[in-house]
């Protein structure tokens, strides 16, 4: 007879910094979101003091420099922290991931001048961000983003609409693509839009099937004006800047999504032991034992894919492709995990007594959001053969 259930997870971690920084992450995770994760998430709310307390605490900096007041710590760290806050609630752990993607433009691309006047802020002043680079008719086509950006003087002023931004309407400023030349990628220009500029205004959050704690809005740009000053990188290269921005963003999601994951097997571990049929716990049974060992070898393989595009990147080595294989195999494991999870608690599984059926609701969007997983598999494709002929199209 079993008497199993979930253990901590053993994380290989590089210094004794980053071992206290999770001790951290994960008792402010016991205090601060767990208790009402469930509640908040099936009521929608948004848990903004919680973010203003990972801010306090340095956790919305972690990857970025010391010297506008970041972290600096490795991805490789800063990767297992977000994958422990997604395990505790989804909407936390991917709003930091957005939040840190939203940050990159300028942390990467940025002036000395445009860093120091808005990086301290952005990083550790308690401030909110989001990124705007799809929209409605083109989302995974983003080259062809219609959002416009048109030079008068010293001034911008941008039109358009943008869609499926994470904390739209709150985010307390936008890393936004909008064109400012012709046609394709060369034709696209990143600017930095605080929240509240006048002509910037947020549609009703999308109703979703997961998530529903975090907004996710269109953003109308009706003649906002932003100052020359906060345009990032030259003009023409943001969309070079955007795909950096998501390789590091795809990682990120695929540590959010491993948390998932393994939030789902500790709820399986837990109630597989517990449950008792035919006389001894259901955990004992060998079909169920299968699927737990399955279950818990794609997460350990998710999470040593990611964290080994992780270590390439804080090398300085390109790591366009393992991010995206970890992006995708992640998201794919989290789905298939969750699933299970539900498949094992059986009718309870079902119902939003147990947090099993939110876990595999809020697992799918991963497939989905910063590059599906079918763009990840061209992408992946691309590394391998190279690009597509164009021949006969």
Known sequence: MTDHGPQPVERQLPTEEARDLLALVRDLVQREIEPTAAEEEEAGRFPREVFRLLSASGLLALPYTEEFGGGDQPYEVYLQVLEELAAARLTVGLGVSVHTLSCHALAG???????????????????????????PSSGSDAASLRTRAVRDGDTWTIEGTKAWITHGGIADFYTVMARTGGEGAHGITAFLVPGDAPGLSAAAPERKMGM??????QLHFDGVRVPDSRRIGEEGQGFAIALSALDSGRLGIAACAIGVAQAALDEALAFTAGRRQFGRPIADFQG???????????????????????????AGLPFSKQAAMAKLFCTDAAMRVTTDAVQLLGGYGYTADFPAERYMREAKVLQIVEGTNQIQRMVIARHLA???SRENR
Do not use: N, V
Request: aromatic letters at 6%.
């Open 386 to 388: 190279g690009p597509e």
């Open 109 to 135: 691309y940025g002036t000395k001048e445009q860093q120091a006047e808005h990086l301290p802020a952005m990083l550790g002043g308690g401030l909110l961000g989001a990124y705007c680079l799809s929209e």
């Open 212 to 217: 529903k704690g975090s907004p996710t809005a």
């Open 288 to 314: 169920l034992r299968f699927m737990l060992a399955d279950m818990a070898t794609q997460i350990e393989a998710g999470r040593g894919l990611y964290l080994a595009a992780a270590r390439l990147r804080d």
